[in-house]
């Protein structure tokens, strides 16, 4: 819970520096081998989690892109570094004990592996 209260007191900071940058954010989703159309229904969502942040709200465009790979994270990086990003932001997303356990966080090899900045939000 103490994450999402953070993000409530630093939304309106981070979506301003966004505005004032007028950054182009590009939503990307990785789908580790989905059929298409589940690729395009994950796709939406993360579109909708990441509008839900408020980090897009002043913002007149929004890319929307989808890729399949067996790999998110590195796909997620060779996206960024190709499309020359200056900032990767990714959102977290709650596991349980065992999720934790079993499932490989494309958010912390994100994290560990880019050479660009990241920013990681709650999710929401």
């Known amino acids: 819970m103490g994450s ?32 298409e159309v589940e690729a395009e229904e994950a796709t939406n969502q993360a579109l909708d989690t990441v509008l839900r ?3 897009t709200i002043d913002l007149p465009r929004v890319k929307v892109r989808t890729l399949a790979d067996a790999s998110p994270a590195r ?8 499309a020359d990003f200056d900032l990767v932001v990714v959102v977290a997303r709650p596991r349980s004990f065992f999720g934790n356990l079993f499932h490989r966080s ?9 050479t660009i900045p990241v920013l990681v939000l709650p999710a929401a």
């Open 4 to 35: 999402r209260s953070a993000w409530a007191t630093t939304r309106e900071p981070c979506a301003s520096c966004v505005t004032v940058i007028d950054a182009e954010v590009t939503v990307l989703y990785v789908a580790p081998d989905a059929v």
């Open 53 to 55: 942040t408020g980090l």
């Open 75 to 82: 796909r997620i990086l060779e996206a960024a570094r190709s």
């Open 106 to 114: 494309v958010t912390a090899e994100v994290l560990r592996r880019s």
